[in-house]
């Protein structure tokens, strides 16, 4: 076998098997091929044959190169799932990954933007293209993230034939785990002026979101006029496409939904993943109780 053999059966398997997202084949399959080249392998024994000291020596030579601790963590985890993969392919009764643990990392809390700051940014960027439909296009992908707690690649993973929405809608989202999400009136009337303005129609099986030359729209396009918006309206870089989801995920906590809720509604695997809204829920409440209590911030 090559190592592009290996590769190709490698991102077969995440991309197929099983249903990862395309930023995550990209980034499972370039730390494999980092570890392939360094370590010289070109068929599964020799990938099956790596233990704890083997991972060990490749990843302090990839901390020499300035990986930070998350990066570290993250490609400890592409690699054990890469190593996993390479012993069951040969058979081995006993394919788990060597037993390594990763660095520690601090997760950083979700900065979430206001309501009032999340359409006022929908609004805003609908009117900063020159062509309407862009505009129109722009606001619809943001309220969906905000409204709805869609990721970007969910909202961009909607076809045609979901332009006419409902109260609530079916999206797939990673591993192809499938969830139910409410729809807001506005976001509904959002969907529905883009697709009257948009002037590059696709069959019910197509990209409903379209770019400016009529093939399906890109993340990149998306965040970039978020980045125009929060600039204008003078935000944090924090607002970020993504920080919508994570304000639908806070505001939803705020008023009073369970966890267990949220977790379905974010369609998080774990509900660890979840709870760390309820230290950005509790962290809001710390801030707003200083600056409203009279004595919060005084020294007895």
Request: aromatic residues 4%.
């Amino acid at each position: 076998m090559s190592l592009h053999d290996l590769l190709s059966e490698w991102r077969d398997h995440l991309a197929e098997g099983r249903r990862r997202s395309p930023h995550t084949v990209r980034a499972y399959c370039s730390a494999a091929e980092r570890l392939l080249k360094a370590r010289n392998l070109t068929d599964w024994y020799g990938v099956a044959g790596l233990e704890a000291h083997d991972l060990r020596a490749h990843l302090a030579a990839r901390r020499n190169d300035g990986l930070s601790n998350a990066s570290t963590a993250r490609e400890l985890s592409a690699l054990k799932a890469f190593i996993t993969f390479a012993r069951a392919q040969t058979g081995d009764p006993d394919p788990s990954a060597p037993r390594l643990r990763g660095p520690r990392t601090k997760k950083d809390l979700p900065r979430p933007v206001t309501p009032d700051e999340a359409v006022n940014i929908a609004d805003l960027v609908a009117g900063m293209p020159d062509e309407d439909w862009i505009g129109a296009r722009d606001r619809a992908v943001l309220l969906l993230m905000y409204g709805s707690g869609l990721r970007i690649a969910e909202a961009l993973s909607l076809k045609w034939s979901d332009a006419e929405l409902g109260e609530t809608l079916q999206v797939t989202g990673k591993g192809g785990k499938q969830r139910i999400v409410p729809i807001l009136p506005i976001t509904r009337g959002a969907v529905a002026r883009y697709a009257e303005l948009c002037p590059w129609k696709a069959e019910p099986s197509e990209a409903l979101f379209r770019g400016t030359k009529g093939g399906p729209l890109s993340p990149g396009m998306v965040q970039k006029a978020m980045a125009n918006a929060r600039r204008a309206l003078g935000l944090p870089d924090t607002a970020t496409p993504h920080a919508l989801r994570h304000s639908f995920a806070t505001h939803l906590l705020g008023a009073g939904a369970d966890l267990r809720s949220l977790q379905e509604l974010l369609g998080h695997t774990s509900l660890g993943s979840t709870q760390i809204y309820t230290q950005v829920d509790a962290a809001r409440m710390l801030e707003n109780y200083r600056a409203a209590h009279p004595r919060a911030g005084k020294k007895r």
